[in-house]
């Protein structure tokens, strides 16, 4: 059964420690993998989209990378403002997205 | 528009009472996309259109659920005989030409008592 599994449920983290997010997939025929920010009361935003084991993608204090059977969003020296959910999700051979649950983060100052 | 508008932005309604929820995508977007997310949840995919015509509707959960986009632009969803269990937020989104990097509305909250 294709399955998105996001981890920390929620990471606490003080200003400037910098950490990383997972996202572990077992989808057949993966055509992409994308994360998307999502704040309280507020539709889901997109972040990036990476295609192909090894890739890699960057804004600002996040950076994306992807493997054959996981994806990690790395934070680095992150700001109170960088306090969300962080959704992942994968499209399948259909072209539908499996969407994770989400990891909260909250950066203290 | 500038972004994706849904509206209401929250619901509150009887079990057994029909809804309507509307989005209003970005101009010029072809494809619109409705989901539903519950607390602590990622979204769920409900139905996908291209144009005025659904071209993926496998994720409504039963024939309660419907809907439309008649002139390719804003859509209604509309669910009957609501249950509590449909109580959630229900997402539209929309995207150039069927791309995934989607922008989404703040959606609208359902709760149905």
């Known amino acids: 059964e294709d399955q998105v599994t996001q981890s920390p449920e929620a990471l606490r983290l003080q200003e400037g420690e910098s950490s990383s997010l997972n996202c572990s997939y077992t989808?057949?025929?993966?055509?992409?993998l994308f994360w998307y920010r999502q704040d309280p009361g507020k539709g889901p935003e997109f972040l990036f989209t990476?295609?192909?084991?090894?890739e890699e993608k960057e804004k600002e204090r996040l950076k994306a990378t992807l493997t054959k059977k996981e994806s990690f969003l790395h934070i680095t020296a992150p700001k109170p403002e960088d306090s969300a959910t962080y959704l992942c999700?994968?499209?399948?051979?259909?072209?539908?997205?499996?969407w994770g649950a989400g990891t909260k983060l909250i950066i203290k100052p | 528009g500038a972004g994706v508008s849904q509206t209401p932005s929250n619901k509150v309604t009887e079990k057994g009472k029909y809804v309507e929820l509307r989005c209003d995508p970005i101009?010029?977007?072809?494809?619109l996309y409705w989901y539903r997310q519950s607390l602590g949840q990622g979204p769920e995919f409900l139905i996908y259109?291209?144009?005025?015509?659904?071209?993926?509707d496998s994720g409504l959960p039963n024939d309660r659920f419907f809907a439309v986009r008649p002139e390719g632009s804003v859509s209604t969803l509309k669910i009957q005989r609501t249950e509590r269990g449909d109580s959630a937020v229900y997402l539209c989104?929309?995207?150039?030409?069927?791309?995934?990097?989607?922008?989404f509305g703040s959606g609208t909250r359902l709760t149905v008592v």
């Open positions: 989104a929309s995207s150039q030409q069927g791309g995934f990097g989607y922008t």
């Open positions: 101009s010029g977007h072809t494809a």
């Open positions: 259109f291209q144009g005025t015509g659904a071209a993926d």
């Open positions: 989808v057949s025929g993966l055509r992409g």
């Open positions: 990476l295609y192909s084991a090894g």
């Open positions: 999700a994968v499209l399948r051979s259909n072209y539908q997205l499996i």
